[in-house]
């Protein structure tokens, strides 16, 4: 079962900004590409953005520009630091390695609206 623990989001206004968090178990995080997911009402989970043990990243072209991932080894954490959101932004927000395990932690809930 995937450990990890997802927190730092909540309610923020359109062009607002938000970072959120993953603390992932160190056997988990150790030599793992890492990735943020979400999962909007009514649709399925999609990847947004993943880095690997080295630090490289990948965006989808949705938040390319607005998102940026990064990752401390020391701490066993990735974030995901989220700029100039949308409403379309609105979803729980997950982390997992990646390619993902077919289990997920309880995610972080983003609400984008006025």
């Known amino acids: 079962q995937v450990q990890v623990v997802e927190s730092g989001g909540g309610l923020v206004q359109p062009g607002g900004s938000l970072r959120l968090s993953c603390v992932a178990s160190?056997?988990?995080?150790?030599?793992?590409?890492m990735g943020w997911y979400r999962q909007a009402p009514g649709k399925q989970r999609e990847l947004v953005a993943t880095?690997?043990?080295?630090?490289?990243?990948t965006y989808a072209d949705s938040v390319k520009g607005r998102f940026t991932i990064s990752r401390d080894n020391a701490k066993n954490t990735i974030y995901l630091q989220m700029n100039s959101l949308k409403p379309e932004d609105t979803a729980v927000y997950y982390c997992?390695?990646?390619?993902?395990?077919?289990?997920w932690g309880q995610g972080t809930q983003v609400i984008v609206s006025s």
């Open positions: 880095i690997t043990s080295g630090g490289k990243s």
């Open positions: 160190a056997r988990l995080f150790e030599f793992n590409s």
């Open positions: 997992n390695t990646w390619p993902s395990l077919d289990s």
